[in-house]
């Protein structure tokens, strides 16, 4: 909010010319321009957004929104935005959804979502010789978390988390997990509080980081919509059940080693078709 | 990743940075020079006006401006900005800028022209402008060139801030890079670019001043 008000502050005392580019919203698709599915994620957040050892932006929820593109006919735009800045890229039209691991939880009000389609959990990470075993050995310690975040949110004044989150020495907020996990390692950090998708991505290629056995919380993802955008909520819920049918949805889930994370077939009432997947896939 | 893809993507990112630099220069030079113009005018509410916009551009974050440049129309007037605003947004913000700076610079060089200088053309014919553009501008330019230098290499390591508004230039490209291989090494990488494309433009700087440095 303060951003917020800094922001229109400095606007208003700024009279050069702003207006250009602007486009209206379509009415058929709730899409900013008519034909195009602009996604914003942030590209340091594997797996489920991230650059490829090709340089090209792609993870589970970029290739989810390919194959819905391909159904709708849709070009797909990957536009990687600052986590900070996603209320203002999405309110002000810059992008069409946040697709790209995003906790609705704690969230509903001020998005309109799709269905829930990964079980996700908020976890720390400490290193393995640090002597934190528990949630409760994080007293009076430094824990790192992501700015904007759906762990910022728990562990805060007002989270389901926030006594935990009060008996922390300090909860230092970056901008990427990536920076946090490196003073972790550095040794700035005692933990961090983040994802479980994203904490196995970082565990699993370094030595000597757990994460905690005690999760903060359960949650699902969701894609994010501009609050009231309905339509577009719906095409998108309903190629979801598509994708789920025709596989696509568990094979990706497969590839990125998310599948036993995920829970569209249960938000869909398609229990069966996921032991159909899940054998298929093995 | 491999090393040679990693230089291949911070390349493009380099490019993108140069763009945002070239373009910056190109039009914050000029409009800086009229700034410094309203800021020296005999008109009082000209020069209170540029004295509010330099003090205003000066004494806000660049990053904070971006921001405002970027999300402003939305905040503002609830526009829609759509999806081609972005690079857009980023050359205006960094213009308007820079115009502030430079056009202290440029004020710097013509305030400490003379008062004779001004007298002697006027004995000689020049009309006002001709004086200007003749007589004084050129001097001018040569007096700045150091504070020039030093404010386009600044810009140089302030294209990275365009990060805030996650457009694709080097900065922002070493970041993502670093939280795919977890590790710190594209930053180093950016680092020497930076110092490379910085060492480039000094020298050419360099260079510029010596084909000035006639008449000393």
Redesign the interface.
Known sequence: MK??I???C?????T?S????????AEETGL??EG?L?VGFD????PYG??????DYTGFDLELAEALCEIEGWEL?K????WD?KD?EL?????DCIWNGFTMDGREDAYTFSVPYVNNSEVVITAENSGISSLADLEGKIVGVQADSAALTLLEEGGDQADLGATFGTLQQFA???TA??ELMAGSLDAVALDIGVAL??IN??EGYVILDEYLNAEKYAIGFKKGNDTLAEIVNKDLGILYENGTFMELAEKYEIADMVCLAETLGLGEAATEAETEAE | MRFSVMLQQLGQGMLKSMSIFALTLLFSLPLGLFVSFGRMSRNKFLRGAMKVYISIMRGTPLMLQLLAVYFGPYYLFGANIGGGYRFTAIIIAFSINYAAYFAEIYRSGIESMSPGQYEAARLLGYSRSSTFLKIIFPQVIKRILPSVTNEVITLIKDTSLAFSLAYAEMFTIAKQIAAKETNFMPFLVAAVFYYVFNALVAFLMERLEKSMSYYT
């Open positions: 951003k917020q800094l922001v229109s400095l606007c208003l005392a700024m050069a702003l207006m250009g580019g602007m486009s209206v919203c900013n321009t195009k602009v590209a340091e957040y594997p991230y650059m490829d050892d090709n340089g735009v536009q990687p935005i600052d800045s203002a309110n002000s039209g810059s992008i990427d997990n990536n996990f490196a991505y970082q290629r370094r």
